[in-house]
Structures are given as structure tokens and as C-alpha cells.
Nanobody
Framework: QVQLVESGGGLVQAGGSLRLSCAASGSIFSIKDMAWYRQAPGKQRELVATVTSGGIRNYVDSVKGRFTISRDNAKKTMYLQMNSLKPEDTAVYYC??????????????WGQGTQVTVSS
């Protein structure tokens, strides 16, 4: 069974920090691109940050300079370090990963989501 297990969400005051993690489990050859998404109540899901298998990272403008996406390929885990959090960062955060299996096939899967709430 292949799945993404996401954790690290919670309640934090504005200006605080949180670190989200997303760990892949199961028989996986490698992980290609990975990404964090978020969805606030009443809003569309948006792409927050991406990191390619080559380590290239991109961010939505609203989080540049505050969030850092990273990955540990040995642990098959992705992280999102969130600093200087703002109330507008409040959302359910989802991890997404493009997995490559030993068979040569690939699959795009999602984590279950974790709530991040930033108080003003």
C-alpha cells in the first residue's frame, strides 16, 4: 500500500512558525516532483510550493521569503517550513507527490490534509 502521511498542522499566532511533513510509505522506487497545496474556506485550492526531483523549488508569490519547501529522498519525506505566518495562511494544507514504482509506472497521489490555523 502506497500512501502519503501528512502531519505538523496546528494553531499558531501570527508571526509564528510551523513545519509540515509528508512521508511516503510503501514500495516506491523514487519520488519525482512534489508539491504543497492549500485550500482556505470558501476559496479555491491553490498551489503553494513545488520541488522537483532535481531540487528546483518554486513558490506562490504570497509565501515567497516566508516558506521553504524541502525533501529528504532517503526518508521519502517532504517538508514545508512556514515562518512569519499570517492569518491569510489559514487553510487545509495538502501534500502531493508523483511517485515512480519499480515497475516503471507512476502515480500522482495526495495526502489527507492537515489544518493550519493562524490567529491574528
Amino acid at each position: 500500500q502506497v500512501q502519503l502521511v501528512e502531519s505538523g498542522g496546528g494553531l499558531v499566532q501570527a508571526g509564528g512558525s510551523l513545519r509540515l511533513s509528508c512521508a511516503a510509505s510503501g514500495s516506491i522506487f523514487s519520488i519525482k516532483d512534489m508539491a504543497w497545496y492549500r485550500q482556505a474556506p470558501g476559496k479555491q485550492r491553490e498551489l503553494v510550493a513545488t520541488v522537483t526531483s532535481g531540487g528546483i523549488r518554486n513558490y506562490v508569490d504570497s509565501v515567497k521569503g516566508r516558506f521553504t519547501i524541502s525533501r529528504d529522498n532517503a526518508k521519502k519525506t517532504m517538508y514545508l517550513q512556514m515562518n512569519s505566518l499570517k492569518p491569510e495562511d489559514t487553510a487545509v494544507y495538502y501534500c502531493n507527490a508523483d511517485l515512480l514504482y519499480y515497475s516503471g509506472s507512476s502515480d500522482l497521489i495526495w495526502g489527507q490534509g492537515t489544518q493550519v490555523t493562524v490567529s491574528s
